[in-house]
């Protein structure tokens, strides 16, 4: 007895196949009908499913036991097991032959069947549980969407296993927690005794596919250890021999996230092979059950989002930007973390090198911190010891590793959910800065990361112009805030955008109301602005100044090449944006190595940036401009209370210098926030 896709019948004697629950066998059965026949009935017991398949439509078993069908009719009759047997010969199929105007037949053909069954599953309806499939063609496939299915892996992101994913260790403890974050495969077969043993089982996966993945087992003494079955460098596993039957649970879990060249599709294969009793006579494979997976994206949050955690470098010199910050976190019920300081490592890093983000599946949720450094080796991570319990760490090195370098994880913002000409991005679009040229000095995110980013697929990446920003980084003109009106015509947040233009114009109306002698930077010290290149100019000089003005009128095109495209990208309307009255000037790259200097000049800050935006909520915090004073009052600090507190947001002006106009290159205190992650699941979305 074997399986068989075709069973000839026979009259002489019953016939005897194995069968595989779920797949359907042809059979033959005009082969063995007697000339005189001309038509035959066909049932099956309980277990067995009976299908005719002719030129009309499909019949189903209890159609096919009540009619006869005519042997001259071109037609495929298929049959297949709805459970396993217990015994050999369980279920029984039953063909009668009649010949014309005949009630009795003249002549019966019997089939016994086995079933065995031998399934593969995974959570494929994302509901957070391991369900056996309706549709075994459809565990072969991964579908987008609200009415999609197919299953998730989540990356391993835990900071204790940096730098441990490529080992080859064969067993690994799992804490209950943690293994709460993989992703459940059920193998599950069953039939009699007799019959499975003389077949041999195998769990595999595509060489490549190994590498990106780690598949688990439970041990058999009930501890915490795991056994490795497949991972980097071992894609095939043979289970011992089949005794009775096999019901097994193993646990998943990704390497990394989908990139330029990976995908992110990962798919298992088991199959029952039949062993040969005759050493001439290779193996058979009797069948094969595939399920796929796909490893869940790394989504970034926008800063509309609402603050969980706050992370902090603590540097003795900007302790009035720390504790200002923690006022900030207390207002919106959020936790602080102080953050080691790293000093081999160059400039805000905090802020530049590392974004937070999420990863999701149906049943699990992760916060984690991806870091691309710029420093060409790191002995240690000091910001992994920083995190709190849960928060997962992700390295991704990059290629450009110059102090000033666009090429970093910080040369990135994400927009709130908006929708586009009908195309709705749910997750919002993530914002890269860009170089738009080539040129000798031109800087831009490496290819590497760009390709990264846009293979996680559910934050379509939108390009703008920012290479010539001192620091290069789009949140240097730009940033969201929060409005929650989601009335008709609103989007939920604005759009703070810089603009030299509305800075002019607002200092021209002081200097018509008689200001004009009221100096910048009234309340810094003398060494704090020569170390960072400024004057106490007054409005008159600001406004009397020609080549500032050339400069910032630069600085306008470039900022409104931005506006078009994001106006274009992300669907918004004049009314979505706000402009915030900000100068900037042109400067050579300060504080950086000798090799990385050039001549070009690029656009820093005159004051500290009003965009630079701590957004938590409605708490605003915004760097102190220390503008014009007009009757004890800051004249930027009043204009930009006018455009947001309307709005219903509360600004908070960071009273320090230092943390906010330090050169490119010099430690200072910044912050990085972790945020909520979105309510809409990422699966449920059509890229």
Not at 234 to 243: G, Q, S, V
Not at 494 to 506: M, Q
Request: hydrophobic content about 35%.
């Amino acid at each position: 007895m074997s399986f068989q896709s075709l069973i000839h019948l026979s009259r002489d004697s019953p016939e005897h196949a194995l069968c595989v629950v779920g797949k359907e066998v042809c059979l033959d059965l005009s082969g063995c009908a007697p000339q005189t026949c001309k038509s035959f009935t066909i049932s099956g017991s309980p277990g067995v499913l009976v299908n005719i398949h002719n030129t009309v439509s499909v019949i189903t078993s209890e159609e096919a036991a009540m009619n006869r069908w005519s042997l001259s009719d071109p037609m495929d009759v298929l049959v297949k097991m709805t459970s396993p047997s217990t015994v050999i010969d369980e279920e029984k199929v039953l063909v009668s032959y009649y010949q014309s105007d005949e009630e009795v037949p003249v002549a019966t053909a019997e089939l016994y069947l086995t079933g065995v069954a031998v399934s593969l599953d995974v959570d494929i309806y994302r509901s957070g549980k391991v369900e056996m499939a309706s549709d075994k063609q459809a565990k072969k496939n991964w579908v987008w969407g609200p009415k999609g299915w197919g299953a998730i892996l989540l990356v391993n992101c835990s900071p204790t296993d940096m730098g441990q994913l490529i080992d080859r260790k064969t067993s690994k403890m799992f804490f209950s927690e943690e293994i709460k974050s993989l992703s459940q495969m059920t193998l599950n077969v069953q039939g009699p005794s007799c019959i499975l043993k003389n077949h041999q089982l195998i769990l595999y996966t595509s060489e490549e596919e190994s590498e990106k993945t780690r598949v688990y087992r439970p041990q058999d003494d009930g501890s915490s250890t795991f056994e490795l079955v497949l991972g980097p460098g071992r894609h095939t596993y043979t289970f011992a021999p089949l005794e009775s039957h096999l019901k097994e649970t193993f646990y998943v879990e990704a390497l990394e996230f989908p990139s330029a060249n990976f995908f992110g599709l990962i798919s298992y294969s088991v199959s029952l092979i039949e062993q040969s009793q005759d050493p001439l006579i290779p193996e058979t494979l009797v069948h094969k059950d595939t399920v796929v997976f796909r490893v869940a994206p790394c989504i970034f949050t926008p800063s509309t989002q609402m603050p969980l955690e706050v992370y902090l470098c603590r540097e003795l010199q900007v302790q009035g930007f720390v504790s200002t910050v923690m006022e900030l976190s207390e207002k919106s019920n959020s936790q602080v973390a102080s953050v080691y300081e790293d000093p081999s490592r160059l400039g805000r890093w905090l802020q530049d090198e590392m974004a937070f983000c999420y990863t999701q599946a149906p049943h699990k949720t992760i916060s984690l911190v991806l870091d691309t450094p710029r420093v060409l080796k790191l002995e240690d991570f000091p910001m992994k010891y920083s995190l709190s319990p849960g928060v997962g760490y992700v390295i991704r090195c990059t290629k450009d590793h110059r102090v000033a370098s666009m090429d970093s994880i910080g040369n990135l913002m994400v927009s709130p959910p908006v929708k586009v000409e009908g195309k709705e991005y749910p997750l919002g679009r993530v914002l890269i800065g860009s170089s738009f040229y080539p040129s000798k000095e031109g800087r831009a995110m490496s290819k590497a990361l760009r390709d990264f980013l846009y293979a996680q697929q559910v934050q379509a990446p939108v390009e703008l112009f920012s290479d010539w920003l001192m620091t290069g980084h789009v949140d240097e003109v730009m940033c969201f805030v929060p409005t929650h009106d989601k009335s008709e015509g609103e989007k939920g947040f604005r759009l703070l955008l810089a603009s030299p233009s509305a800075c002019y114009k607002l200092f021209q109306e002081k200097q018509k109301e008689g200001f004009g002698d009221m100096p910048l930077f009234d309340e810094v010290r003398e060494d704090q602005l020569l170390s960072n290149g400024r004057e106490a100019n007054t409005i008159n000089q600001l406004l009397a100044d020609e080549n500032m003005r050339k400069q910032n009128a630069y600085v306008e095109k470039c900022v409104n090449l931005n506006r078009d495209i994001l106006k274009r990208e992300l669907g918004l309307v004049e009314k979505d944006i706000i402009d915030v009255p900000q100068l900037f000037c042109l400067e050579q790259l300060t504080n950086v190595p000798s090799s990385q200097r050039t001549e070009k000049l690029y656009a820093r800050p005159y004051f500290p940036n009003l965009l630079q935006v701590i957004v938590m909520g409605k708490n605003l915090g915004i760097p102190k401009p220390f503008g014009p004073q007009i009757k004890g009052t800051c004249c930027l600090e009043e204009k930009i209370c006018q455009l947001l507190e309307p709005l219903g947001f509360k600004c908070t002006f960071i009273n320090d210098f230092d943390c906010y106009l330090t050169e490119v290159g010099d430690f200072c205190a910044c912050a990085n926030i972790r945020r909520v992650p979105f309510p809409f699941k990422w699966w449920r979305m059509v890229p």
